[in-house]
């Protein structure tokens, strides 16, 4: 849980969890309760966290997007569910998500930052001693909420794609595999993208989209789950809709029924509940069946 103080709470005093019974999808939710949190001191206004392993220790670490101090907080772990004092590294303004790859295939985790105030994409390669070198800024749409990291031509080379809430697109940037990128594609998905998850949905094995989009703030209307199908080559067919709640926020991708197909999970804002779309296995979803979840649900992790 991250909160605007800007600290970050590990873990919380209490979680919702969805419990899965299969067959079908996410049954019951329990709370779940944990040993008393920690605090750990980010940059101000966090907007979001990653984990991986940036200095090679075998330790899970931590990075943080500050949206006011337009940097990004690493945290590296001790391995006794404690961190470092923050080190704190200069993105783009209004750093809003942050996500993780080896985008220069040296075997050393990099970072990649959407800032939404700058309508770009930061990408920060790591020395694989914790530490980064400064922020390449590659551009993208206008409004940038959410980056995600997958292959999407099939060249062993990471790519992006990140959805723009103020351009109502999906740019897809291609990697060169040497920590750049080409220059942004933009896809139409609808009004108020704001998530983007990676998955192959129909099983011929090229990387999928799926995004979640907001609609219009006020009535609600158009928000949905948008899938984009890959064709393999870094390009994708044009998007269809699949209803979830009201306000949809975020999305993530499993197998939540056991059947092998990859299913959505959507968190909507203003319903307060998770949406659960089953998928067929042919980039199309069953009907959403929603879940209670609690007040303004913005993220779902899987």
Do not use: C
């Amino acid at each position: 849980m991250i909160r605007n103080s800007g600290w970050i709470l590990l873990p919380g005093a209490a979680v919702l969890l969805f419990l899965s019974a299969f067959p079908g999808a996410a049954s019951a939710q329990t709370r779940v309760s944990f040993v008393a949190r920690r605090d750990f001191t980010a940059g101000y206004d966090p907007m979001s966290v990653a984990v991986g392993d940036f200095n090679g220790d075998g330790v899970p670490d931590l990075v943080v997007a500050n949206r006011v101090f337009n940097n990004v907080s690493v945290l590296l772990g001790n391995g006794d569910g404690t961190f470092q004092a923050a080190q704190p590294i200069s993105a783009g303004t209004r750093p809003i998500f942050v996500a993780i790859g080896d985008f220069n295939g040296d075997g050393k985790l990099d970072l990649v930052v959407a800032n939404e105030g700058s309508n770009n994409v930061s990408v920060l390669l790591g020395n694989g001693q914790g530490a980064f070198q400064a922020a390449q800024n590659f551009a993208a749409g206008t409004n940038p909420q959410s980056v995600a990291v997958g292959d999407f031509n099939g060249d062993g080379k990471l790519d992006l794609a990140v959805a723009n809430e103020g351009s109502g697109d999906v740019s897809v940037l291609l990697g060169n595999g040497d920590g750049t990128f080409q220059t942004a594609v933009a896809l139409a998905t609808g009004t108020h993208p704001q998530s983007v998850a990676v998955g192959d949905f129909n099983g011929d094995g090229k990387l999928d989209l799926a995004v979640a989009k907001g609609g219009d703030l006020s009535s609600g209307a158009g928000g949905n789950v948008t899938v984009l199908l890959g064709n393999g080559d870094g390009t994708f067919q044009t998007a269809v809709a699949f209803a979830a709640d009201d306000i949809p926020q975020s999305v993530a991708v499993g197998d939540f029924n056991g059947d092998g197909k990859l299913d959505l999970a959507v968190a909507n804002l203003r319903s307060g509940d998770v949406s659960v779309l089953l998928g067929n296995g042919d980039g199309t979803f069953q009907a959403a069946v929603n879940y209670a979840a609690g007040g303004a649900p913005s993220s779902i992790v899987v």
